[in-house]
């Protein structure tokens, strides 16, 4: 028969490792998120100058200071560059929250297993 304490030091070693790499992913998948949050807010930035420039485009044509036609041509294309951008947006809210969600996942596993750690050092004590 086994000994139950070296049994039980074994179990506690492999969930401490367990925690060791759920730490990790933690950290990977915080970061991801934060890169996810940090690009749209970028791209948000970036729309926004386009539908500015595409405004002031249309002031200038005016006021005379540009024709009319380049002036539209101008800003269809600064508003098509902003509606590309706010597609990419969309998409790396999606990516912020799918990164947000699992690291909440990760997050719960990783309060379960120091429960059980602490749990059975008790035990073991």
């Known amino acids: ?28 998948i915080k970061a991801m998120a934060i890169r996810a949050k940090n690009d749209k807010a970028k791209k948000q930035a970036s729309a926004d100058d386009y539908a500015t420039k595409a405004v002031l485009l249309l002031t200038k044509a ?34 912020q929250v799918t990164h947000e969600n699992a690291s909440d996942e990760i997050k719960k596993n990783i309060d379960i297993l120091k429960f059980n750690i602490t749990k059975w050092e008790n035990e073991l004590k």
């Open 1 to 28: 028969m086994e000994d139950p304490i070296k049994m039980t030091e074994q179990g506690i070693r492999e969930m401490k490792e367990d925690l060791e790499k759920a730490l990790e992913a933690l950290a990977q």
């Open 62 to 95: 005016q006021k005379g200071e540009l024709p009319m036609d380049q002036a539209e041509k101008l800003a269809r294309e600064a508003l098509a560059l902003k509606e590309a951008l706010i597609i990419e947006v969309d998409a790396l809210e999606v990516q």
